[in-house]
């Protein structure tokens, strides 16, 4: 017991200087059959080292030294992998290094535990604006499936993170994808599910009844009748407009003339 308690007491001597030394050696303590006052007293050394681990991967990254830093935050997250930080700054290394996949995750997710300064923000900003570079690039290759699989990945990751002059662009090349996919290549369930996309991501009245348009047609021309004409997405864009009729007998019904060329 002496012996443990000694350990113990040194470890937390060491903590600032060598915390990654130190919880190396809190890992492997268990093992020994700690006692419950001892064990209570190895978290409360683990909880110290959260600061010194976050201190140190601060330091080393402020200098360059991404790597060392990187070690740092994941020995941070080894220990409480919800802390928000640490989550952040190696995402901030994921972008650094060229990984801004494995960045928008890292900076998303701590985002959504919360607690972080504006910095964060800016980040995740700085991510989003690499990976929608990207997205022009597959525009001009005329690449679209990929312009697909990339704006539903950036979607799931963000989540309620993607700032909505975001949304609306991704919408808006998804939205302009979907006509020459329909008229040129011929493509129709692409186009399609670009249209789909595009109407799912914009929260604007304005654009959502422009890519209505276009998304009606393309159900049409795909002979999807019955969600051509849903009345959830009618509600949605067409506010105040008279209700969809339902089959069932009225005095006066209007008929609009929905014949419109894809262009």
């Not at 992998?81 to 700054?89: Q, S, W």
């Not at 650094?96 to 494995?102: F, T, V």
Request: proline fraction near 6%.
């Amino acid at each position: 017991d002496d012996v443990v308690k000694g350990t113990l007491a040194q470890l937390l001597r060491m903590a600032d200087g060598e915390p990654l030394l130190v919880k190396a050696l809190c890992d492997l303590l268990p093992l020994a059959g700690l006692s419950d006052a001892e064990m209570a007293a190895l978290e409360q050394i683990r909880g110290y080292l959260l600061q010194a681990l976050l201190h140190q991967g601060v330091a080393h990254h402020q200098a360059g030294r991404w790597e060392e830093a990187a070690a740092r935050y994941r020995a941070v997250l080894e220990i409480d992998p919800r802390h928000a930080d640490a989550l952040h700054l190696l995402g901030k290394i994921d972008r650094q290094q060229g990984r801004p996949w494995a960045a928008l995750q890292r900076i998303a997710a701590a985002l959504d535990i919360g607690g972080l300064p504006p910095e964060a923000e800016h980040s995740l900003h700085a991510c989003l604006n690499d990976l929608f570079r990207e997205l022009e690039k597959r525009c001009e290759a005329k690449d679209y499936p990929a312009l697909l699989d990339s704006a539903s990945r950036i979607q799931t990751l963000c989540g309620r993170h993607l700032p909505a002059p975001y949304r609306d662009f991704m919408s808006a090349l998804l939205h302009n994808a979907s006509f020459p996919l329909y008229s040129e290549h011929g493509d129709h369930a692409l186009a399609l599910a670009c249209s789909e996309a595009a109407f799912a991501l914009t929260p604007s009245p304005r654009i959502h009844t422009q890519i209505y348009d276009q998304l009606r047609l393309l159900r049409l021309a795909t002979r999807d009748y019955a969600r051509a004409w849903s009345p959830k997405d009618w509600a949605l864009v067409h506010a105040g407009s008279p209700e969809i009729w339902d089959g069932s007998p009225c005095r006066s019904l209007l008929v609009a003339n929905a014949v419109r060329h894809l262009h």
